[in-house]
């Protein structure tokens, strides 16, 4: 079983700053098996990036994905306010992250 | 427009029984594999259970297998969790998601989700 973990588990930022996020798994996976998901408080999870790097219908440019092997990231270029949230990946349609909440410095 | 409405949710004692079930619309239900994931009040995601656009297979997380069964009837666009034996660690919203399946795996569709509260 593959194994995800996230981090940081918490991050500070204030908007326009550049959020890194980190998903480490527990062996070697293959990017495609990939994806990230954005939640707020009260609503479903919502599709950011499938693929490792491929970005869902309507999600905006400055999130991006990257990361292969064992190593990925989720990249959001400038923080806008409706950016603060909870992040998750996800390998192979099953297993999620712990989750790392980007939230107001 | 793409919706997933789940149902069932409630309070039910230590050992009880649930029956949740999610009805789709606006996309064709049986070229999915329809999953269930729950989320523990203050908690992470937790994928639970999914299952084969055509049913012939199912898989679970090893915390509820032998307890839950998922099933599909695609000519009715919807998806059921049968819960039995339930506990307390079994509490949580529980969302119903789409995923393509294939080589790019994703949860494109979720429910808004339904309570499940497991408490004496």
């Known amino acids: 079983e593959i194994v995800l973990t996230q981090s940081p588990g918490t991050l500070s930022l204030s908007p326009g700053e550049r959020a890194t996020l980190s998903c480490r798994a527990s062996?070697?996976?293959?990017?495609?098996?990939l994806a990230w998901y954005q939640q707020k408080p009260g609503q479903a999870p919502r599709l950011l990036i499938y693929?490792?790097?491929s970005r869902a219908t309507g999600i905006p440019d400055r999130f991006s994905g990257s990361g292969s092997g064992t190593d990925f990231t989720l990249t959001i270029s400038r923080l806008e306010p409706e950016d603060f949230a909870v992040y998750y990946c996800?390998?192979?349609?099953?297993?999620f992250g712990g989750g790392t909440k980007v939230e107001f410095k | 427009e793409v919706q997933l409405v789940e149902s069932g949710g409630g309070l039910v004692q230590p050992g009880g029984s649930l029956r949740l079930s999610c009805a789709g619309s606006?996309?064709?239900?049986?070229?999915?594999?329809m999953n269930w994931v729950r989320q523990a009040p203050g908690k992470g995601l937790e994928w639970v259970a999914n299952?084969?656009?055509?049913?012939?297979?199912?898989w679970y997380v090893d915390s509820v297998k032998g307890r839950f069964t998922i099933s599909r009837d695609n000519a009715k666009s919807s998806l059921s969790l049968q819960m039995n034996n339930l506990r307390a660690e079994d509490t949580a919203l529980y969302y119903c998601?789409?995923?393509?399946?294939?080589?790019?795996?994703?949860?494109?569709?979720w429910g808004q989700g339904t309570p499940v509260t497991v408490s004496s």
């Open positions: 606006g996309f064709i239900l049986s070229s999915y594999w």
């Open positions: 693929g490792a790097s």
């Open positions: 299952i084969k656009p055509d049913g012939s297979e199912r």
């Open positions: 998601a789409t995923d393509p399946g294939g080589y790019y795996p994703r949860f494109e569709y």
């Open positions: 996800q390998h192979r349609g099953s297993s």
């Open positions: 062996q070697s996976v293959t990017s495609t098996y």
